[in-house]
């Protein structure tokens, strides 16, 4: 597998090519969110389900609005709060929207802490993602663990932006009735009760 610069992996992107980039957490494998046809080809090369969606990267908070999705004003308190980091906030979208990525009506939005992806995601976009490793295996969390992974081979290399550190982002959904945490990470349930109050009672949708 190729390594990639900086502007081989934004002229990949721009080309409709699936990559492979760092992220404050782990290597993902991503592909632009407005091109539909790159969208499907990195489900087919992750062989991951079509029905389980993709979370989408941005750069900041005025990245979002050319998404078509709401964003209240809660999921802007979370942003001012934890982006860029490992937070994902998973707000409404229309059907049309959310199916790009695999969803039914919600989008999850993150923007990452890592200046590398985010000079790329400045030149080509949001980017839909997933990670860079084998269902059941171990994160990559460097250049050289995407390289080993036979899967990986149909993509069109990875951008080397050093190791990772291998934490888990934190999924918040927000909603109607509140808000929940699906998955437990880096930012914490009592970290967010502080800026949004006390956890729903209720399940997310």
């Not at 782990?26 to 062989?47: C, E, H, I, N, T």
């Not at 663990?145 to 993509?155: K, L, N, Q």
């Not at 050093?162 to 930012?187: E, F, N, T």
């Amino acid at each position: 597998m190729k390594r990639l610069s900086t502007d081989e992996t934004v002229a990949a992107l721009r080309r409709g090519e699936v990559v492979a980039v760092p992220t404050d957490t782990v290597y993902g494998v991503a592909a632009r969110f407005d091109d539909p046809v790159a969208v499907a080809r990195l489900f087919v090369v992750k062989s991951r389900p079509s029905h389980v969606a993709l979370p989408v990267l941005v750069g900041s908070v005025s990245d979002v609005t050319s998404l078509g999705v709401d964003f209240p004003a809660a999921a802007n308190l979370l942003a001012e709060r934890f982006w860029p980091g490992a937070l994902t906030i998973v707000v409404d979208a229309t059907p049309d929207v959310a199916s790009r990525v695999g969803a039914q009506h919600s989008l999850g939005l993150r923007a990452p802490r890592h200046a590398g992806l985010a000079a790329i995601i400045a030149q080509c976009g949001p980017l839909a993602v997933t990670s860079a490793n084998e269902h059941g295996r171990s994160p990559c969390v460097s250049a050289e663990d995407v390289i080993a992974t036979t899967w990986a081979a149909p993509i069109a290399g990875v951008l080397d932006g050093g190791r990772c550190d291998g934490a888990v982002s934190s999924v918040v959904v927000l909603s109607s009735d509140g808000w929940r945490l699906r998955r437990r990470g880096v930012v914490t349930s009592a970290q967010l009760e502080a800026v949004l109050g006390p956890e729903s009672p209720t399940r997310d949708r």
